[in-house]
């Protein structure tokens, strides 16, 4: 099964760019690299998709090397409103693999 | 559009006890799913559909029902409920499973 894994937390200043990294070494060649941002008792909120090379939308940026063994989010000039969980979702459940969820990144931004 | 609502949103149940978590979506979506999320967590998908009549298990799916009938709704039933069934669910909806998912408020459950 595809199993992803970033940082359990990272901090991070208002106007700075934050870069998340995680890591999903048997990724199959189906899969998408899906990143979604969650706010407490919230549900999930879709950030950017991306397969290969790199995906810009106007929230942020997805960075995914030939390997696709990683893939790295980007959020350019980040507020204090962007404090919050960042989860990495690789799996396509057209195949044998599932929906696999990692655990989770928690940025925290201060002013 | 309301999106995927759920209902209810907090729920307590005994040991034991059953009940049916709600869920509704108005995007004319093909995919809807169930996941649960434990405290400090990620999500763990419950069960699946890829349309009216056709569902699928997910990663976690004992002590768990689930059905569509319709393209809108897809309700999850709990028999039976265990004290490691208290957490936070989510229901969510995609067009296709390529596509982002549409997550729901969620329903708070503890069992006790």
Redesign the interface.
């Known amino acids: 099964l595809a199993k992803t894994t970033q940082p359990i937390s990272m901090d991070s200043y208002e106007g700075q760019e934050v870069n998340i990294t995680c890591s999903h070494n048997n990724i199959a060649t189906n899969d998408?690299i899906?990143w979604?941002q969650q706010f407490p008792?919230?549900?999930?909120?879709?950030i950017i998709?991306g397969y290969k090379t790199k995906v810009t939308n106007e929230v942020a940026s997805l960075f995914i090397p030939a390997d696709r063994k990683s893939s790295t989010l980007s959020l350019p000039r980040v507020s204090l409103s962007d404090t919050a969980v960042y989860?990495c979702l690789v799996g396509?459940?057209?195949s044998n693999y599932?929906?696999?969820?990692?655990?989770?990144t928690k940025l925290i931004i201060k002013p | 559009n309301a999106g995927v609502t759920q209902t209810p949103k907090f729920r307590i149940l005994k040991i034991g006890q059953s009940m049916t978590l709600q869920c509704a979506q108005d995007m004319n979506h093909n995919y809807m799913y169930w996941y649960r999320q434990d405290p400090g967590m990620g999500l763990k998908l419950i069960y699946y559909s890829v349309g009216a009549g056709i569902t699928d298990k997910g990663e976690v799916p004992n002590g768990y029902n689930v059905s569509r009938s319709t393209t809108e709704d897809f309700p999850l039933r709990l028999e039976l409920a265990a004290p490691s069934q208290t957490s936070v669910y989510f229901c969510a909806s995609s067009k296709e499973v390529w596509n982002e998912q549409f997550f729901g408020p969620g329903t708070r459950l503890t069992v006790l």
């Open positions: 998408y899906t979604y008792s919230q549900g999930p909120r879709f998709q989860y396509d459940i057209r599932q929906l696999i969820w990692g655990a989770g």
